[in-house]
């Protein structure tokens, strides 16, 4: 069983910058591909960033790219999601994930990831 908790939400205003975390179990994490979700009040929960996982590859959805950077500590077990320039539609609560199947592409549907944290909420005033 993994575990992921996510952290490093919080309220920021438009055009400032947050990093989340997320710090997982397990001595197998560096052979998890880990992905970046997030859920807005009464929308779907859509893929954000995600990355393999030997941090070879890395995939964005469009919204965030070239603000957004996925990356992995695999000796500490951490995942991190840096967001600048941030948005008010990028109000949500973020979800970690972990795929535990070894893939050399990046997982973009929530039903890849077998493993997800509790989430975290990141809150962007205009």
């Known amino acids: 069983q993994v575990q992921l908790v996510e952290s490093g939400g919080g309220l920021v205003q438009a055009g400032g910058s947050l990093r989340l975390s997320c710090a997982a179990s397990?001595?197998?994490?560096?052979?998890?591909?880990m992905g970046w979700f997030r859920q807005a009040p009464g929308k779907e929960r859509e893929f954000v960033a995600g990355i393999t996982w030997s941090g070879g590859a890395t995939a964005y959805v469009d919204f965030v790219k070239g603000r957004f950077t996925i990356s992995r500590d695999n000796a500490k077990n951490t995942v991190y999601l840096q967001m600048n320039s941030l948005k008010p539609e990028d109000t949500a609560v973020y979800y970690c994930a972990a795929d535990a199947v070894i893939q050399s592409h990046v997982g973009v549907r929530w039903g890849e990831y077998e493993y997800w944290g509790q989430g975290t909420q990141v809150t962007v005033s205009s």
């Open positions: 397990g001595r197998a994490f560096s052979t998890y591909g």
